[in-house]
């Protein structure tokens, strides 16, 4: 029989679980966009609405994940109950870091590729700053990247919501409560 639930656990910060789930949201989002996209004609303005939408939430994951790694450092994680094994939380910090560098790199790789398309991006009627000017090659790769590093991320997340899962229905352990809203 699996070890019961304890009754009380310890859970993150309400900021940072609220900060988790909304990140979860932009993420669906920006792939929602991303799929839909070619739905559309090449050159219609719903197309051009949809990679603009695709851009917005993209750039919006960046920030927010800079923002989760403010709140992040200044709130541990609380413990896990029961402890698991080492190579579950060797593999669990990898997945975190595997998941941060997900959000942050591909947004800055979208945001070049724009660039080297020749795009100044803007956001909310606002300019933002052009890195560098149009160059085909160096765009190609950056798409490339960008998309490879994108389908990467179908993966990671897909293997973070099983683990939760695992812990939750398998190990009968309190992590995904720790991210829960319930008291």
């Known amino acids: 029989m699996a070890a019961p639930m304890f009754s009380t656990h310890a859970r993150y910060r309400p900021s940072l679980v609220a900060l988790h789930w909304l990140t979860l949201l932009l993420l669906i989002g920006v792939y929602a966009t991303i799929e839909l996209r070619g739905l559309f004609p090449r ?8 990679k603009t939408a695709h ?22 994680a609380p413990p896990i109950a029961p402890v698991p094994p080492a190579w579950q939380k060797l593999t669990a910090g990898a997945m975190a870091l595997a998941l941060y560098g997900l959000m942050l790199v591909t947004p ?33 790769s950056l798409k490339e990247w960008h998309e490879r590093i994108a389908v990467a991320g179908y993966w990671l997340i897909g293997l973070h919501a099983l683990a939760a899962l695992y812990h939750h229905y398998v190990r009968h352990d309190d992590t995904l409560l720790r991210m829960s809203f319930r008291r």
């Open 43 to 50: 050159g219609s303005d719903a197309r051009q609405l949809i």
């Open 108 to 140: 800055v790789l979208g945001y070049l590729l724009l660039n080297a398309e020749g795009t100044s991006p803007a956001l909310g009627g606002w300019a933002l700053p052009t890195l560098m000017g149009a160059r085909e090659t160096l765009g190609d």
């Open 55 to 76: 851009f917005f939430l993209g750039i919006s994951v960046f920030g927010l994940t800079l923002v989760r790694l403010l709140v992040r450092v200044s709130s541990p």
